[in-house]
């Protein structure tokens, strides 16, 4: 790394009036609409940046002190400097040891997305391509931040270490702290022609697809996790996750329990008393049912494995289906006259009041707040 002062043809005493004036003879003779060598152009980032530390009375005294200067242990090889790296491994060091400049890649943060699933896609599970919009990394600095030709710098007030160590007098004695650089912010590098699509962040936002096989037996709620697909860290850091929240679709005839589908079954009055067969569409299919004679309103028909397919296990849920009997309202003179018949051959009682039956409210409890 070059000298600042060399750079500019100063000696370090020079006064700040003799900084700027190397400078602005240096900048007449290197500026690119004056001089189109790609040797001056690179000089002239050089004297550009020397300037700009040794015109800022900080940075140049910190520039003029080194980065270990302030330390009382910052000695050659064999000094207090080794003895303190022995017992507290390596706090007393200078750059590159002990607490060294951190990393500009770090880990994405995650990303959480809601999706939308019909309930028949439950049943056996669903393909989808959901569209994600997320942190990508920079096509065209590939993440290191740096203008496509150029890379970081060293920083010259740290010297790389990414920290800098000052002398506190205190009542114990002469403290030495250490603390993020304030040029480079600890990462011992600055970035001097950032990319000019990312602005040196590394990444820029985009949308893209994601195949996502969503399992059989999701139910709303349930989180699934991607690995890897959510935002992409800082200068090209590791991606995050992506959690994808599952919500299952209103379906106007089949609901819900469990593994368990639900459905229910308008029965005429006529088929509730005589028995019947009929055919339903299931979520997967036509199913058949039998209607015995003399069904009741709220009794409850099960088809075995027609529900939804497990999620962590084997075998499907049960498909339940409750018996409403419909009583008709309207009647012809006709209709009217064969059921006072069937009414009259039938001798029922008058309506009253029966014993109490668990299964009977059992079943209307299942039928009315479970379907």
């Known amino acids: 790394m070059a000298d600042h002062y060399d750079v500019l043809g100063v000696q370090p005493d020079a006064s700040d009036a003799d900084i700027k004036k190397a400078y602005r003879r240096l900048a007449r003779?290197?500026?690119?609409?004056?001089?189109?060598?790609?040797?001056?152009?690179?000089?002239?980032?050089?004297?550009t940046h020397a300037y700009d530390v040794l015109s800022d009375p900080e940075q140049r005294r910190r520039y003029d002190a080194g980065p270990q200067a302030d330390s009382p242990?910052?000695?050659?090889?064999?000094?207090?400097?080794?003895i303190f790296d022995a017992f507290f491994g390596g706090g007393g060091g200078g750059?590159?040891?002990?607490n060294g400049p951190r990393s500009r890649a770090e880990r994405g943060q995650d990303a959480l997305l809601r999706i939308e699933v019909d309930l028949d896609e439950v049943v056996f599970g669903t393909h989808k391509d959901v569209e994600v919009d997320t942190a990508v990394v920079c096509e065209t600095c590939n993440g290191s931040c740096c203008a496509p030709g150029t890379s970081p710098r060293t920083c010259d007030i740290c010297g790389g270490s990414g920290h800098i160590q000052r002398q506190v007098r205190s009542l114990l004695g002469n403290v030495v702290t250490s603390a993020p650089c304030g040029t480079c912010r600890g990462y011992g590098t600055v970035i001097p022609n950032p990319c000019p699509t990312c602005q040196g962040q590394g990444r820029v936002r985009a949308r893209r697809t994601i195949p996502v096989d969503v399992p059989a037996g999701v139910e709303t709620g349930l989180r699934l996790q991607m690995p890897g697909q959510g935002e992409v860290g800082p200068a090209g850091g590791p991606s995050g996750d992506l959690y994808l929240e599952v919500k299952v679709r209103h379906h106007d005839v089949y609901s819900r329990d469990g593994d368990d589908l639900l459905a229910t079954l308008e029965v005429q009055m006529t088929d509730a008393i005589l028995g019947t067969q009929t055919t339903i569409d299931g979520l997967d299919g036509p199913v058949e049912l039998?209607?015995?004679?003399?069904?009741?309103s709220a009794d409850v028909l099960v088809i075995k494995d027609r529900g939804v397919t497990k999620l962590r296990g084997a075998g499907r849920g049960d498909l339940r289906v409750g018996v409403q009997v419909v009583t008709p309202t309207k009647l012809s003179h006709k209709e009217r006259q064969l059921v006072e018949q069937l009414a009259?051959?039938?001798?029922?009682?008058?309506?009253?009041?029966?014993?109490?039956?668990q299964g009977?409210?059992?079943?209307?409890?299942?039928?009315?707040?479970?379907?």
């Open 29 to 47: 003779e290197l500026h690119p609409d004056v001089n189109p060598s790609p040797d001056a152009a690179e000089r002239f980032k050089d004297v």
């Open 73 to 82: 242990f910052g000695g050659g090889a064999g000094g207090f400097s080794d």
């Open 95 to 98: 750059a590159g040891r002990g």
């Open 290 to 296: 039998e209607i015995r004679p003399g069904v009741q």
């Open 344 to 357: 009259k051959s039938h001798k029922a009682g008058k309506p009253q009041l029966a014993r109490f039956q």
């Open 360 to 371: 009977m409210f059992g079943k209307l409890r299942d039928r009315f707040f479970n379907f």
